[in-house]
């Protein structure tokens, strides 16, 4: 048993990586992820031919924008889970700096414990939101004859098609849908697995410098060498651990550069077309783009929690390390304090490129994105029917 597998076998969050292991490994899973990777791509430029030669551009103006924004989320994940150089640092992590963590026992059973309860919730809302995912899949499927008129690829199919070739592309096309919803769930699971461990480290590395040894002869600690070689090992250890967890945010900024300004224009975009959908739709397409925001705000928010979380413990890690009696300490630990409080002067935060932070400020930045741009094509429109 290697030892990356040593420390899976105690993880509490274990759970999550079933779903993107499966899809990831296994030969036969990723040979369907590919076929249903061309079928996006393939619907993508059938739609945008369709468009140009029909000259319909006002579909731009409709609820299939949401479907647009829907295809390039689709692309996004899919990329991020089978794209050699994103698999690569993923499982890099595991076998890089997954070694070099802690022990989720180390710092007691009641630590652990937390550790547990923490896993218990975040799995629950994960499958949660997993649920939510195959329900909009489903609901997507066309139980009332409106629903064929929900997607534009499905509409250009009853257009131009007909007879056993119609139904097969209706087969591909909304187990499509499955699939994908799959994948946008297995990558939230890695992100969430890989944030928690994260987090759970920054919270034992916080709990551990405010357990540095003490000692009750105050007068003579600094004389005491057995007491700040004590200080001296855990210290070492702490910035050892510091360096790593650096590290660690590093890679996951990494995996998440590209697709967090992916996913989050495409939410603007999805917002503003479930914003704009005309009120004579039907009650059958209202509740799928119902189910589908929920699915979109349930993501956002729970990415931007986990991000949140994660910056707000490690801003403590300055007090925590402040905190300690530092004046008991000689020259030597002072100096390796004054080097992990220099360190610890920026907070872990996930991030692409400091452009779009995963906080709860994205939060109130898509909000205010959203609201702004729907004010303005609200005003645009009433200038123009005024006119």
Not at 22 to 46: M, Q
Not at 169 to 195: D, E, K, P, Q, R
Not at 244 to 257: A, Q
Request: charged share 15%.
């Amino acid at each position: 048993m290697t030892i990356v597998e040593k420390i899976l076998k105690d993880d509490t969050l274990f759970m999550l990586l079933i779903l993107p292991t499966n899809l990831n490994r296994h030969k036969v899973f990723k040979k369907i992820s590919h076929f249903y990777f061309g079928a996006i791509i393939f619907n993508l430029v059938w739609c945008v031919l369709t468009i140009v030669f029909t000259n319909q551009w006002n579909l731009f103006f409709t609820q299939y924008v949401a479907f647009g924004s829907a295809v390039f989320i689709a692309l996004t994940s899919y990329v991020t889970m089978y794209h050699p150089t994103y698999v690569k640092i993923f499982y890099g992590i595991y076998d890089s700096t997954f070694p070099s963590l802690w022990s989720l026992r180390s710092l007691g059973e009641d630590e652990y414990i937390r550790f547990q309860k923490l896993a218990k919730i975040a799995t629950i809302l994960a499958w949660v939101i997993a649920s939510v995912a195959v329900l909009a899949a489903t609901l997507a499927l066309p139980w009332f004859m409106d629903g064929y008129y929900l997607m534009f690829p499905v509409k250009i199919a009853f257009d131009y098609l007909s007879g056993w070739t119609l139904y097969l592309y209706l087969i591909i096309f909304y187990s499509l849908l499955y699939h994908a919803g799959l994948t946008l769930v297995a990558n939230l699971f890695c992100l969430t697995h890989l944030v928690l461990h994260l987090y759970n480290q920054v919270c034992l590395l916080n709990k551990k410098l405010t357990e540095l040894p003490e000692i009750e002869d105050v007068v003579q600690a600094v004389r005491d060498h057995e007491y700040q070689d004590r200080v001296t090992r855990e210290m070492i250890s702490c910035i050892k651990l510091h360096q790593t967890l650096i590290e660690y945010t590093g890679k996951i900024n990494e995996l998440i550069y590209y697709p967090t300004f992916y996913y989050t224009v495409s939410a603007v975009a999805s917002a503003l077309s479930l914003l704009l959908v005309p009120k004579d739709e039907s009650k059958s397409t209202f509740l799928v783009m119902v189910i589908l925001g929920f699915l979109a705000v349930c993501v956002t928010v729970g990415f931007c929690c986990v991000g949140q979380f994660l910056e707000n413990e490690s801003e403590k890690l300055f007090v925590s390390a402040y905190s300690s009696k530092w004046y008991l300490w000689n020259v030597k630990n002072r100096k390796l304090l004054q080097l992990f409080l220099t360190n610890t002067q920026e907070s872990m935060i996930l991030s692409s490129s400091g452009l779009i932070t995963i906080n709860f400020q994205l939060l109130i930045s898509l909000y205010r994105v959203i609201y702004s741009t729907l004010t303005f094509l609200l005003n645009v429109s009433e200038s123009i029917i005024g006119q």
